[in-house]
């Protein structure tokens, strides 16, 4: 079964950038649609962004638009979500949630309806 790994989460500044990476071994995620989502202590789980399994596919949350940016590396097999601007809500915990493609029908969610997940990287903004 397929679990990604989610990496690059830290301590930021607010206003400043961080990159997330989402891989897998042993399969290839251009195969999957892939989305991020984020937890907050005592708040739900939110979708952040998504994409595609060509890529060709994003969505983002209001509170993100503009912000953060979601793209693929095929040759690494990688997904990245750029994050720029932080601002302090955005702290959390990210997750990388994977999908078949073929169960998403090419669509791209940011509900939780994602079969694999990762561990979680935790994102920290504060001065």
């Known amino acids: 079964q397929l679990q990604p790994v989610e990496s690059g989460g830290g301590l930021v500044q607010p206003g400043g950038s961080l990159r997330l990476s989402c891989t897998a071994s042993?399969?290839?995620?251009?195969?999957?649609?892939i989305a991020w989502f984020r937890q907050a202590p005592g708040k739900e789980r939110e979708g952040v962004s998504c994409?595609?399994?060509?890529?060709?596919?994003?969505n983002y949350a209001d509170s993100v638009k503009g912000r953060f940016t979601i793209s693929r590396d095929y040759a690494k097999n990688t997904v990245y979500l750029e994050m720029n601007s932080l601002k302090p809500e955005d702290t959390g915990v990210y997750y990388c949630?994977?999908?078949?493609?073929?169960?998403?029908?090419?669509?791209?969610?940011?509900?939780?309806?994602?079969?694999?997940w990762g561990q979680g990287t935790q994102v920290t903004v504060s001065s």
């Open positions: 994409i595609g399994g060509s890529g060709d596919s994003t």
């Open positions: 042993e399969f290839t995620l251009s195969l999957y649609t």
């Open positions: 949630a994977a999908e078949d493609t073929r169960v998403l029908f090419g669509i791209c969610p940011l509900r939780p309806q994602y079969a694999y």
